[in-house]
């Protein structure tokens, strides 16, 4: 058996056997940014609400000002090697605090890179806040034999229960909370192949509310099979009719074919 022993801050152990030891410690480092010059940024997005679109094209839509609790945020990592020279890299990598960590995340992590001349990485990993507040952010630390040569700027994440200002043009708000006529509005002006249109599904109990539906995803050439099961509810045979040639699992269960108007 070992011995150890503890005295304020000193531990004194004593062999019973032969061992091997490792010590590991924390020291400062000094910055080689301008002997090996690399890049590196980070930013954070809501999980399932990452882009916005501006004149059809796709934009980044990064958090910055309020983080909600119990919603799913990630980080995005991007390092560029801006040199001719091949560079082997390790990143650190760690969620704010106050967050938990999700989608096989862990609370700190390092990546080993092997970024190749003018080559950039992307490195991303997700987290959610259990609780309001202010918590501070270790940035991503970018190291090449154990000296810092890149990092990003530190933040300050506020994370609130209800949002100071709510964005009224998303799709998450009207779907959710606006009026039967702001969806119609939002689903006349919008790219509806991109539009998750299953979240209005509870919507289509009004039977009037579904038929406005059907005729402007009809007339724009678009199908889903959450809203045309509807169909069945209302009694609109045009709309089940269409809904049970999609319903495979079910037409296969009923038998070879099916004589009902």
């Not at 560079?87 to 700190?108: C, F, I, S």
């Not at 992307?122 to 940035?139: M, R, V």
């Not at 970018?142 to 994440?157: D, G, R, S, Y």
């Amino acid at each position: 058996k070992h011995k150890t022993e503890f005295a304020d801050t000193q531990m004194t152990l004593t062999a019973g056997s032969p061992m091997v030891i490792y010590h590991e410690e924390i020291l400062p480092t000094r910055g080689m940014a301008d002997e090996t010059p690399i890049l590196v940024s980070q930013n954070f997005f809501r999980h399932g609400d990452r882009f916005r679109y501006v004149s059809n094209e796709r934009v980044d839509k990064y958090v910055r000002d309020e983080f909600l609790v119990h919603v799913v945020y990630g980080c995005q990592v991007v390092v560029t090697n801006p040199t001719s020279t091949p560079q082997k890299l390790n990143v650190l990598l760690q969620v704010p605090e106050g967050a938990v960590p999700v989608l096989n995340g862990r609370y700190t992590r390092n990546a080993n890179l092997n970024l190749q001349p003018y080559k950039t990485l992307t490195l991303e990993y997700y987290f959610y806040f259990p609780a309001a507040g202010n918590y501070q952010h270790y940035p991503v630390q970018v190291a090449k034999n154990e000296q810092l040569i890149a990092h990003a700027e530190p933040l300050t994440f506020k994370v609130v229960d209800e949002p100071s200002e709510i964005d009224r043009e998303s799709w998450d708000f009207v779907s959710q909370q606006g009026s039967d006529d702001d969806v119609i509005e939002y689903l006349k002006r919008h790219n509806l192949r991109r539009t998750k249109l299953d979240r209005i599904a509870f919507r289509m109990q009004d039977q009037a509310f579904f038929g406005q539906v059907m005729s402007l995803l009809t007339a724009r050439h678009v199908y889903n099979h959450t809203l045309w099961s509807y169909g069945i509810k209302h009694n609109v045979t045009v709309a089940a009719a269409e809904y049970l040639q999609h319903a495979n699992s079910f037409v296969a269960a009923s038998g070879s074919y099916i004589d009902s108007p």
